[in-house]
């Protein structure tokens, strides 16, 4: 590589972001935390390390990429989009491992994903039974978490008339996983949206947002995708918000500026990125109303690619405060990764595991009744983690404790044929 990385220039190597790195609190490898994976970087830059090298090669695919570093750095380093830049010219000279390669070409093509999730789909009814330790255990456990047989309800509604005009617009970002694994959380989106004032519209012709390409360092994958979905959103009214439930694709919407540089598309990038909210910041700028009592004990664990990549910290807070009798309980690891990072978990089972289980042993000590989450790899993390250890503890959406307690106040319907 010989263009320099210009995002790295501020690091003064203080060593703040070793604590707050995953993989450096398990391993204790300086090469595992963020400021040896920068000097590997830089040497890479360089020209002093070569793609072939060992070293780089390991060190920078054990990366999450959560970002924390970049909350705990005191001199702004970009660290997130460095290793986006490395690792896609790596890969211009080796193939990223297999794991990653199959799950980015199952996400870039629709057909292939919807099949390959439709079976998920049909198997997961059972997938709770089947889930235990094993690797294949655990992975029947990540897909058991995805629905939560406890906080489900049958109340097929839609809001009641007495809920009054709907006074702004949101157009629901649909994605992928979220789409075919976690279409009961966009349902849930819908309504505590319109509850709370909002019209929700759903754009045709989305596609994967491509955030598992880029950190995996399939720029091209992550630049087709990333123009398809402007495309999509291109013709919405300029007051129009995006609404997105899914951490990681709201980080990514909100970097299609910078991963459509010079892209004919590049303006209209800019004009999505503008409007993309979580909707948790939805809720919160409006309220929300409040819904009827859930006394639960919550533990809110904070996906990295919202509290890291975007900076919403408080909004899902003050959303779980808008349920009365709802007690929130700390824990001490919230606001670290949970090894699941997309392909992460597939290409690095072992350590995604090690990471896993440090923030396990955390939430078991706050005894939490649920945990809330706003992502959907750290759902499945987290709640299979919990389920394949036996743990009666089930990870949700805020989303879906909100529209429960809406259900529990009256607030809905039975939709009608």
Known sequence: MTTALPELDPCVHCGFCLQQCPT??????????PRGRIVLMQGFARGTLTPGDPQLRVHLDRCLGCRACETACPSGVAYGHALESVRAELVRHRAAPPAVRAVNAV??????RRLILGVARAVRPIARTLAGPSRPGFLMAMLGATVSPNLRHRTSA??????????RTAAL????????????????TERVLRVNGYEVLRPRSQACCGALHAHAGDHDGAVQL??????????LPADVVIAVNSAGCGAMLREYPRVLRGHPREAQATALADRVQDVTELLAAVGPRA?????LRVAYDAPCHLVHAQRVADAPLRVLEAIPDLVLV???????CCGSAGSYTLAEPHLSRDVLNRKLDSIRSAAPDIVVTGNPGCIMQIGGGLLANGDPIEVVHPVELLDRAYAEAGFYEPMHA
């Open 24 to 33: 450096y609190l398990v391993t204790s490898d300086e090469a595992d935390g």
């Open 107 to 112: 996400m870039r093509w629709p057909v292939v």
């Open 158 to 167: 839609y809001m009641t008339r007495s809920h009054g005009k709907q006074l």
């Open 173 to 188: 970002f649909t994605g992928c996983i979220m789409d075919d694994l976690f279409g009961h959380v966009h349902r849930a």
């Open 226 to 235: 990333a123009a398809a979905n402007v495309e999509a959103f291109a013709a």
């Open 291 to 295: 819904g009827g009592s859930l006394p």
């Open 330 to 336: 700390p824990h001490h690891e919230a606001d670290l």
